[in-house]
């Protein structure tokens, strides 16, 4: 029996209709996000899906990554083999193409979050949770979690290239944002011939940003190619979630929103009518036995890892996250001498993951 071709219901467009937002605080959030932030673009522009169009896209991709690039090709109907880069995803999709500037460093994500008053008890873990967050922030994460990640659970998960991202956006740094995208749809498609609809179903990831991606690249007689009338819309955000923000009168109570500098030059009632802006770093309760702090060397945003690095660095990720399995289970008393090495492992681990 042949598989089927399944759009995933991921990569939302974030929130249209801003008027209807009566909080006038998440209206000025949205509004920042959907028409003055790094990736207003990418974050409001709606597509009809050619499902005809992504089959034969994700159905031939390969990642082709070379000289310092990342990509992935793919071939059409009429032969054509199409490369699509990084810079291709920067340049479509309205992301940052000049200037671009080193990722965040693992410190300065962990002096974002503490700036921002994050409540999360244990600080120090690779995956930030958006509900330890005041509601400002946490509507911020909530947005961006839809958008570019294809999460269809554990919606409260911040994953590491989102904190990247999210702290470029907060800080209006010109970060690689199509590398790290790119990085991730290719991720998520895996080895060719796990993508042919032969035997078994195949998902396909980021349909927005993709169907965008093909809207510019195809010619008119490409298109003409895909006689297929089956399309649908994309995923949109639904406004419930900011009603389910606003009821919650407790959340966080007496933790106020604190802006980034960037933040506060914005001319948007980001901040609730007549709390005061507050400035510098406010740290968050920390775990009793805390480890020393990352050391990790600024990644930079075009340096790409070759084949044979990332094709060695596929077996140590097996090894190490396997040695941390077995870690945890026999360490129960963690001394600090114990959190030392789990916290060794664990930066090893997020190396690789990057």
């Keep these: ?31 920042f996000l959907n028409t003055r932030s790094l990736v207003a ?25 070379e000289n310092n690039a990342r990509s992935f090709s793919f071939v059409v109907p009429g032969g ?44 120090f873990v690779g995956e930030f949770l958006k509900h330890y967050l005041t509601k400002p922030w946490n509507f911020f994460f909530h947005t961006l979690i839809h958008v570019f990640t294809t999460k269809l659970t554990n919606l409260h998960g911040i994953p590491l290239f989102l904190q990247k991202i999210g702290f470029a956006i907060a800080n209006n740094r010109h970060i690689n944002i199509g590398r790290l995208l790119i990085d991730q749809v290719i991720l998520c498609m895996g080895p060719l011939d796990e993508r042919t609809c032969i035997t078994d179903d195949v998902l396909c990831f980021y349909p927005r ?45 007496g933790v106020p929103t604190v802006l980034t500098d960037y933040l506060r030059t914005v001319p948007l009632p980001l901040l609730p009518s007549g709390e005061q802006v507050i400035e510098g770093n406010i740290p968050p309760p920390q775990p009793e036995m805390a480890p020393e702090p990352m050391d990790v060397d600024p990644e930079p945003s075009v340096a790409i890892p070759d084949q044979e690095f990332l094709s060695s660095g596929k077996m140590g990720l097996k090894s190490l996250a396997r040695k941390l399995q077995i870690w945890r289970s026999i360490t129960q008393k963690k001394s600090y001498e114990e959190y030392k090495v789990w916290f060794k492992l664990c930066k090893e681990y997020l190396r690789l993951v990057e």
């Design 209 to 253: 940003f993709l169907q965008l991606i093909l809207n510019d690249i195809l010619t008119n007689d490409e298109r003409e190619i895909f006689e297929g009338e089956a399309n649908q819309e994309c995923m949109r955000m639904k406004s419930n979630a900011i009603t389910a923000l606003i009821r919650k009168n407790n959340y966080l109570p």
């Design 41 to 65: 673009y990418s974050l409001s522009t709606p597509v009809v899906l050619y499902i005809d169009q992504l089959t034969a896209l994700y159905t031939t991709a390969t990642d082709t990554t």
């Design 1 to 31: 029996m042949a598989g089927e071709f399944i759009v995933t219901k991921t990569n939302h467009v974030s929130f249209q209709n801003l008027q209807s937002i009566t909080n006038l605080q998440f209206r000025a959030w949205a509004e």
């Design 80 to 123: 054509r083999t199409i490369r699509v880069t990084e810079h291709d995803f920067n340049r479509i999709l309205h992301f940052p193409t000049e200037n671009l500037v080193l990722d965040p460093t693992t410190e300065e994500i962990h002096a974002f979050f503490t700036l921002i008053r994050s409540q999360q008890p244990n600080f």
